[in-house]
């Protein structure tokens, strides 16, 4: 069975930086993708970034130059760097593992930017 475990969210200023971890454990096939998604109250879940295990990394247009996705290997661990922080990435931000058709997902760590 897959789990994973997300940490680091919380509160910060408008400007500031936060980094997200999520580790994963149980079942971990070598090629996977990882990635975050984000759901502000009243909408949508949307995609933020994805890292193949070739390290191959995408980002949505809206935090393209600001956060960072990054992960370790040996620790089935990724990372979310977020810097210049703005009000609207307040946010719920969940975790997503994914194995060949098969989606895992993180229980969600709250990050929330105040102007």
């Known amino acids: 069975q897959v789990q994973l475990v997300e940490s680091g969210g919380g509160l910060v200023q408008a400007g500031g930086s936060l980094r997200l971890s999520c580790a994963a454990s149980g079942s971990i096939f070598s090629y996977n993708v990882m990635g975050w998604y984000r759901q502000a109250p009243g909408k949508q879940r949307e995609f933020v970034a994805a890292?193949?295990?070739?390290?191959?990394?995408s980002y949505a247009d809206s935090v393209k130059g600001r956060f960072s996705i990054s992960r370790d290997a040996a620790k089935n661990t990724v990372y979310l760097q977020m810097n210049s922080l703005k009000p609207e990435d307040t946010a719920v931000y969940y975790c997503?593992?994914?194995?060949?058709?098969?989606?895992?997902w993180g229980q969600g760590t709250q990050v929330t930017v105040s102007s």
């Open positions: 997503k593992l994914l194995i060949r058709l098969t989606q895992y």
């Open positions: 890292i193949t295990s070739g390290g191959v990394t």
